[in-house]
């Protein structure tokens, strides 16, 4: 819900009225790469969003909840973006930068509009967290503010349309709870027992 408000917030009320795509609330706004919105800042938080499930999983093992969540989030990110990268080469989707018509799908592999892969990303790494924590501590649930943060500003920046960051948020929060409610974290049983104990845990 606070995705779907925020992003509509961006969007003049004369507007909608042009609206269309699959959910039919596509179209383009006001084009913003200033200030907050600017693209470099989208880029930080993306790589800061990596930079820190990976670092927290290699550092902290599987040896005490906060870990398992770690090596969980790091599942998530990683299956979400593969299921992201499919479905952008599915629908072949051209980017609101590329054209003003939110209904041209299947354009050819250079066009990966749909979905947000960066949305995707973060709404998995986050999700491990708000479930595993949110319960008990529900200011966890302030985590839900980066996905929202990074879709108004793919949608301002013209990267992506309204339906492609949604579909984003929803595909990262579904796989984020798919990743919890595994027996235990995917990539750590691929990889060898050391990693299991944690570089923090073994100094």
Do not use: C
């Not at 093992?61 to 989030?73: E, N």
């Not at 500003?153 to 929060?173: E, N, P």
């Amino acid at each position: 819900m606070w995705l779907l408000t925020g992003i509509a917030a961006t969007a003049p009320l004369g507007a909608a009225v042009a609206a269309n795509g699959p959910f039919g609330i596509d179209h383009r706004i006001a084009y913003d790469n200033s200030g907050i919105w600017a693209r470099s800042n989208q880029k930080a938080l993306m790589g800061a969003t990596i930079l820190t499930v990976a670092g927290g999983s290699l550092a902290l093992g599987d040896q005490d909840k906060l870990g398992d969540t770690f090596w969980r989030s790091l599942d998530s990110m990683a299956v979400s973006s593969g299921v992201t990268q499919g479905a952008k080469w599915t629908f072949q989707r051209e980017r609101p930068s590329q054209t003003s018509n939110p209904d041209r799908f299947f354009q050819g592999f250079k066009y990966e509009s749909f979905p947000s892969g960066e949305v995707t990303a973060i709404a998995g790494a986050i999700t491990p967290f708000v479930v595993a924590y949110g319960d008990d501590h529900p200011t966890v649930y302030a985590l839900e503010l980066l996905p929202l943060y990074d879709a108004v500003g793919r949608v301002k920046t013209r990267g992506h349309w309204q339906s492609d960051v949604l579909a984003g948020w929803a595909i990262g929060t579904a796989v984020g709870i798919w990743a919890t409610r595994r027996d235990s974290p995917l990539i750590l049983g691929w990889l060898p027992g050391g990693f299991q104990v944690g570089f923090i845990h073994r100094f």
